[in-house]
């Protein structure tokens, strides 16, 4: 579930910027009613919701009457050096795998309203896109852009040319399909069951060539500072689910109440001002958690205890009740 008046850092909507500006549109243009102050966009500490992000890049695809390629275009941008303080805390790490574990702990400033879900064997690293809870006419730029910008990263931070396994998108095929194989050096697969690319497995060991252990503590510590300046001021809605994940939906509304300083009666009534229930917060979490892991092909049972379920018989009534099929035959 994606709170969409939920803060997130500006380095993303800098980067739309960028690319609107480069298409031809004026500022102006780019931020119609986004309500974004461009110059508000260089400061260290500065926030926007998650729907103003979404505007900005459904300005732009009206401008290009074509969203086909576009998170390709953008995904250019996306290199540690255009990526403040996380890209360059992600640069100073030892491995790529570390730089990776810094994504995951820094969500709030990463780039993309999808999740990513990692995973490896003994021949690939795989990284999923889960871009199900994005509106519909975003959804192919998402895709594109996710997985785009994660070649482009990756080079970025190792400083050479990545080779890519294969690349799956559930995007239908475009009108130019080669373009998305010159980019990403590969055949791509369109109308897939998920979005996916995936590299050798040893490229999350390779050492990386800026590698500073000062550099990256002391730019953690700015990590730190800037996401607790965000969970002070983000909404009820993004801070339930944050400690909902973070806890593995072990908390109750009660528990979850008392780290925000509030009485449980008080969150139900700011979670209910902004349109939605702990009950409702909790089970679609629970549920976005079980798809994700159930494309990953977990077993039920271990689906189950991570999704907050002490029993298997109860997970799949309610993953049933509100999906309308059975975790066995989810697909």
């Keep these: 579930m994606i709170d969409w008046q939920g803060l997130r850092d500006t380095t993303g909507v800098s980067i739309l910027l960028k690319a609107g500006l480069q298409y031809g549109m004026s500022e102006s243009k780019c931020l119609e009613t986004t309500n974004i102050d461009a110059l508000s966009l260089e400061e260290p500490l500065a926030s926007i919701a998650s729907w103003q992000e979404l505007t900005l890049i459904r300005n732009i695809q009206r401008f ?48 993309s309203f999808s999740r990513y879900e990692l995973s490896s064997t003994d021949r690939e690293l795989r990284i999923d896109l889960n871009d199900r809870a994005v509106p519909q006419d975003c959804q192919r730029f998402c895709q594109e852009r996710g997985l785009a910008a994660c070649l482009v990263l990756f080079s970025s931070l190792l400083q050479h040319s990545v080779p890519v396994r294969s ?136 689906i189950a205890i991570q999704s907050g379920y002490t029993e298997t018989a109860s997970f799949s009534r309610a993953f049933k009740s509100r999906l309308g099929v059975s975790p066995t035959r989810f697909n």
């Excluded at 303080?85 to 730089?99: D, R, S, Y």
């Excluded at 697969?189 to 979005?195: I, P, T």
């Excluded at 500073?212 to 983000?234: D, G, P």
Aim: aromatic share 8%; with cysteine.
């Design 64 to 111: 290009r009457r074509l969203d086909e390629e576009l998170g390709l275009m953008v995904a250019k941008y996306y290199k540690a050096s255009e990526l403040g303080i996380l890209g360059q805390a992600m640069a100073a790490c030892a491995t790529l795998n570390e730089a990776l574990q810094l994504t995951e702990r820094y969500r709030w400033l990463g780039l």
């Design 167 to 302: 690349v799956s998108m559930r995007l239908p095929e475009p009108r130019k399909p080669a373009d998305y194989h010159d980019f990403f050096g590969t055949e791509v697969s369109f109308n897939s069951s998920s979005n996916r690319i995936c590299f050798d497995a040893e490229l999350q060991f390779q050492p990386l060539p800026l590698a500073n252990r000062k550099i990256r503590l002391a730019s953690e510590r700015y990590c730190e500072e800037v996401l607790a300046t965000h969970v002070r001021s983000q909404s009820f809605v993004g801070r339930t689910l944050q400690l909902l994940e973070q806890y593995d939906f072990a908390l109750n509304v009660e528990q979850i109440a008392q780290h925000l300083g509030l009485s449980s009666r008080q969150l139900r009534r700011n979670l209910s001002k902004e349109g939605t229930s702990f009950r409702e917060l909790q089970l679609s979490s629970k549920m976005e958690r079980a798809q994700s892991l159930l494309r990953l092909g977990y077993s039920i049972e271990d």
